[in-house]
């Protein structure tokens, strides 16, 4: 059964770091990508970048270019999604999900989600 | 980055059908047919319903479909039933500048 399990959820102050998980299982980790999706409270879904679980090449959304870093651990077939310096605005609901290939938007497994909370 | 274009709101009552729009680029939509839709009810993770334009994942009911037409993607739900009502998100394939996703702003579909 595939399943993609985020980490809880996270109460941090601006300013500090944070890295929240994704843990797979159930399938070939390295022949899918892991893309993030945030959508922040009452909003709709935003695409902040996706990383090819194989080779750990990585796209970003150009909105979120220099904010965050996505990589993956292969040996625990987790992907991560880190923020040096969290500000207010990363106030959100984050989601991992897999697709196929670079090209494909065929999200087909999601994880929960990892509510994130940025108040000083 | 602009965000594909959708209607904020549908309605329908049950047993109709509704379409929903999904209007993008030629750098998006245009261009490739790598468009899905998902699903989201309140408080869960989205749900894959269509992907590449009009192929329906395994397990997703046969009253959603999908199409193309030139730079819009349409989702339609028909024999609309109450667990129907939920926002709907459409997403394509971009190459302007950054090769990545754009979503749509979501609809949100209201079963009468």
């Known amino acids: 059964e595939v399943q993609l399990e985020q980490s809880g959820a996270e109460v941090k102050k601006p300013g500090e770091s944070l890295t929240i998980s994704c843990e797979t299982s159930g399938y070939k980790f390295a022949n899918y990508w892991i893309s993030w999706v945030r959508q922040m409270p009452g909003k709709g879904l935003e695409w902040v970048g996706r990383?090819?679980?194989?080779?750990?090449?990585?796209n970003y959304s150009p909105s979120f270019q220099g904010h965050v870093t996505l990589s993956v651990d292969t040996s625990i077939t987790t992907a991560y999604l880190r923020w040096s310096s969290l500000k207010a605005s990363d106030t959100a609901m984050y989601f991992c999900a897999r697709s196929p290939s670079e090209y494909s938007t065929s999200a087909d497994f999601w994880g929960q989600g990892t509510l994130v909370s940025v108040s000083s | 980055q602009s965000a594909l274009t959708q209607p904020a709101s549908v309605s329908g009552s049950p047993g109709q059908s509704i379409t929903i729009s999904c209007t993008g680029t030629?750098?998006?939509?245009?261009?490739?047919?790598?468009v899905s839709w998902f699903q989201q009810h309140p408080g869960k993770a989205p749900k894959l319903m269509i992907y590449d334009v009009t192929n329906r994942p395994s397990g997703v009911s046969s009253r959603f479909s999908g199409s193309k037409s030139g730079i819009t993607a349409s989702l339609t739900i028909s024999g609309l039933q109450a667990e129907d009502e939920a926002d709907y998100y459409c997403?394509?394939?971009?190459?302007?500048?950054?090769?990545?996703?754009?979503f749509g702003g979501g609809t949100k579909l209201t079963v009468l």
């Open positions: 990383i090819d679980c194989s080779d750990s090449y990585v």
């Open positions: 030629n750098s998006d939509i245009g261009s490739y047919n790598y």
């Open positions: 997403t394509s394939y971009r190459s302007s500048g950054t090769l990545s996703w754009v």
